[in-house]
């Protein structure tokens, strides 16, 4: 049974850099591709970004130039982090699980609330 | 604004067929990109319903996608009140080179 679990602050003051991590419960991080999706309250769904197994990341471009995605260095966390933060960052932050390129989101996290004030 | 397009609700009486639209461009579900349903009940994560034409083991058949041109739908039959939730629809796009969404559907069962 896969669990995935995030975790971090759940409140972040502006400008300073959201720090979140996501274990994977049954298997290794790095066997699988991995997406950061997130929700603000009350609204939609918007892809942050994604790591393939083979560490290849690709961002949204609206969040590009803020967001990394990393595997930590015991390969047993994913790691999201996004800079700069305001409060349109406030949102519900997933992360999911497929198997290849193109594979639908078959696991998520329960997703854990940042607040940005 | 959401790169997909869905109507934000649609409603119907227990037992009837409803369907939720999602209207993409050709660099998504024009593009041949499959289009992926998912629901979300209030206060919990999405979970995956359909992906492109198939089930995940343990929907119900009443549980259907399917996609012509630029657009997809999921079509739910035999409508029941414990269907009522968010539904999302999902593709990749060639431009963006990532994920997708629609803005979302709510369900509601009168």
């Known amino acids: 049974q896969v669990q995935l679990q995030e975790s971090g602050p759940g409140l972040v003051k502006p400008s300073e850099t959201l720090s979140l991590s996501c274990t994977a419960s049954?298997?290794?991080?790095?066997?699988?591709?991995w997406d950061w999706i997130r929700q603000p309250p009350g609204k939609g769904l918007e892809w942050i970004g994604y790591?393939?197994?083979?560490?290849?990341?690709n961002y949204n471009p609206s969040l590009k130039s803020r967001v990394t995605i990393s595997v930590d260095t015991s390969k047993t966390q994913l790691s999201l982090t996004l800079s700069s933060v305001t409060a349109a960052d406030t949102a519900k932050y997933y992360c999911a699980r497929r198997r290849g390129w193109l594979s639908p989101l078959e696991y998520w996290g329960q997703g854990t609330l940042v607040t940005v004030s | 604004q959401s790169v997909l397009t869905q109507p934000p609700s649609v409603s119907g009486a227990p037992g009837q067929r409803v369907t939720i639209s999602c209207s993409g461009t050709?660099?998504?579900?024009?593009?041949?990109?499959?289009v992926h349903w998912y629901r979300q009940l209030p206060g919990t994560a999405p979970k995956l319903l359909i992906f492109g034409n198939n089930r995940p083991s343990g929907v119900p058949d009443r549980f259907s996608g399917s996609k012509s041109g630029t657009s997809g739908s999921l079509a739910i039959t035999g409508l029941q009140a414990e269907d009522e939730a968010d539904y999302y629809c999902?593709?990749?796009?060639?431009?963006?080179?990532?994920?997708?969404f629609g803005g979302g559907t709510k369900l509601t069962v009168l």
């Open positions: 790591m393939y197994s083979n560490g290849k990341t």
């Open positions: 999902q593709s990749y796009d060639s431009t963006l080179t990532g994920w997708v």
């Open positions: 050709n660099s998504n579900i024009g593009a041949g990109y499959d």
């Open positions: 049954g298997d290794s991080i790095t066997n699988y591709n």
